[in-house]
């Protein structure tokens, strides 16, 4: 298993220019999520999916949109890029999202920065 | 809403000394209680979890930790620190009507002195 897996790991974008954070994951987890993670806050909850075709905003969704088409993938598109947006970002999976129990895994990350 | 706090935003410890990573949570009834640790460059790893029981918890590499309702804190401890343990540590909490959404704390990030 190669676990969660987080394409690209690095990438600098321009003000208003697009791209899609890709993340999947080959452990057959219905539960997937996006992080981003900032200095001195933590992660932070951007969406999440709880199966193919459902989707959910976090606790900081704006700028960002995310489908879920199938299980195993979870792209996460930036439309307009924004210097706000610079962070590093996280994809987590879990087998349902539906246990509290549920151990959460996390790719390692991809850094942008939106000059 | 649920919250976490890590009071310590740089910790520096020697090799071989003790470590205590503070966490305190705020949550109307008992939380699910989590730590990671993020590695330099890496994704976050499950260090233990806490969900009801024994309120001292163990982990994986030589951590543990003990959730005191009285304080609302779980604190991560490990007797002797090994310069692998340089790294950030973040304490998450899930309320039971929270899904499995965690919210995390600040980060903690730990320096080992030779």
């Known amino acids: 298993n190669a676990g969660v897996t987080q394409t690209p790991k690095f990438q600098v974008l321009k003000t208003g220019q697009s791209m899609t954070l890709q993340c999947a994951q080959d452990?057959?987890?219905?539960?997937m999520s996006w992080y981003r993670q900032d200095p001195g806050m933590g992660l932070r909850l951007i969406h999440y999916s709880v199966g193919a075709g459902i989707t959910d905003q976090g606790e900081v969704p704006n700028g960002y949109n995310v489908s879920r088409s199938t299980t195993e993938d979870f792209p996460l598109r930036l439309l307009s890029a924004a210097p706000s947006q610079t962070s590093v970002y996280f994809c987590a999976s879990s087998y349902s999202g539906q246990a509290i129990q549920e151990t959460q895994y996390f790719g390692p990350g991809t850094r942008l920065l939106v000059l | 809403a649920q919250s976490v706090t890590q009071p310590d935003i740089h910790i520096t410890v020697s090799e071989g000394a003790s470590l205590e990573l503070r966490c305190n949570y705020s949550y109307g009834a008992t939380p699910y209680l989590f730590w990671y640790v993020q590695s330099p460059g890496q994704g976050l790893q499950l260090l233990l979890k806490?969900?009801?029981?024994?309120?001292l918890v163990q982990g994986i590499k030589g951590f543990e930790a003990e959730f005191k309702r009285s304080q609302s804190s779980f604190n991560l401890r490990k007797p002797s620190v090994h310069w692998s343990d340089a790294a950030e540590y973040f304490c998450?909490?899930?309320?039971?009507?929270?899904?499995?959404?965690?919210?995390f704390g600040g980060g903690t990030r730990v320096l080992v002195k030779p």
């Open positions: 998450a909490v899930v309320g039971r009507a929270a899904g499995n959404k965690l919210t």
């Open positions: 452990m057959n987890h219905e539960y």
């Open positions: 806490y969900f009801s029981g024994d309120t």
